[in-house]
């Protein structure tokens, strides 16, 4: 009986210091999306505070996503446009650019594209409302473009950029280039878009709070001493 009391009571401990000695996660989000250019935007999460207790590694998410979108509407009361391309209303010929996101001027995650599409037309005169659509409006995406990367940092040198009680700024930046220009009596639009996300997840071994500390081992006493005493 009291071997197996002192027996209970050694498991019970080293079960809950296997608990509070356990590594931890904490994840911080964050992201961004707006129209280019896009400069220097930052992106911050909190940085590791060191009081809660050692990192032992730090897991980076990040992803940026372009998406560009162009449209025309005849808006001539009397005339269609048919058998035509959009080349012929493009300004110039292409649409190009970038968008990626850094971490002390480590590019972690980028996307580049360059782009020619043409697109047929068919379009009946003016159907009285210019929303690039119905039967005298087109639109398309023309690009639509997503790069994600994970980042493991284990080093301490890696590690050292993460820790404190500030914030670490991701740096989002990029531009785009387009053009759409037609005839009068013609309604264009172009927009890119840029998003960009990122997700930071510190791996630690939490400091054993006091409390939880002073209960275990008056628990374990208490146990240790009972068992003594049934002897
Ligand atoms: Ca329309």
Same mark, same amino acid.
């Given at each position: 009986m009291k071997r197996t009391m002192i027996a209970v009571a050694g498991v019970a401990v080293l079960m809950? %210091?296997?608990?509070?000695?356990?590594?931890?996660?904490?994840?911080?989000?964050?992201?961004?999306?707006? *129209? /280019?250019? %896009?400069?220097?935007?930052?992106?911050?999460?909190p940085q590791f505070d060191t009081a809660l207790g050692t990192l032992n590694s730090v897991s980076v998410t990040a992803s940026v996503n372009t998406l560009g979108k162009l449209g025309l509407e005849n808006t001539n009361p009397t005339s #269609?446009?048919?058998?035509?391309?959009?080349?012929?209303?493009?300004?110039?010929?292409?649409?190009?650019?970038?968008?990626? =996101?850094?971490?002390?001027?480590? *590019?972690?995650t980028n996307v580049s594209w360059n782009v020619?599409?043409?697109? +047929?037309?068919?379009? &009946? #005169?003016?159907?009285?409302?210019?929303?690039?659509?119905?039967?005298?409006? /087109?639109?398309?995406?023309?690009?639509?473009?997503?790069?994600?990367?994970v980042i493991n940092y284990s080093l301490a040198a890696d590690l #050292?950029? /993460? =820790?404190? *009680?500030g914030n670490v700024d991701f740096i989002v930046d990029g531009s785009a280039y387009g053009a759409l220009s037609g005839p009068s009596n013609t309604s264009t639009f172009m927009s890119t878009t840029g998003t960009a996300n990122v997700s930071v997840t510190y791996? /630690?071994? +939490?400091? +054993?709070? +006091?409390? &939880?500390?002073?209960?275990?081992?008056?628990? #374990?006493?208490? =146990?240790?001493?009972?068992?003594?005493?049934?002897?």
């Open positions: 809950l %210091i296997a608990e509070v000695a356990n590594a931890e996660l904490l994840t911080y989000l964050n992201n961004l999306s707006s *129209t /280019f250019n %896009i400069n220097n935007k930052s992106l911050s999460v #269609a446009i048919t058998n035509r391309y959009l080349s012929t209303y493009w300004g110039t010929n292409t649409t190009n650019g970038q968008l990626g =996101m850094t971490l002390n001027s480590q *590019t972690l020619l599409n043409d697109y +047929p037309l068919n379009l &009946t #005169a003016y159907d009285g409302i210019t929303d690039y659509t119905g039967t005298s409006g /087109f639109s398309a995406t023309y690009v639509n473009t997503t790069d994600s990367q #050292a950029q /993460f =820790m404190g *009680t791996d /630690f071994n +939490p400091v +054993p709070e +006091p409390g &939880t500390l002073v209960l275990l081992v008056m628990g #374990a006493m208490g =146990m240790l001493a009972y068992a003594w005493r049934r002897r």
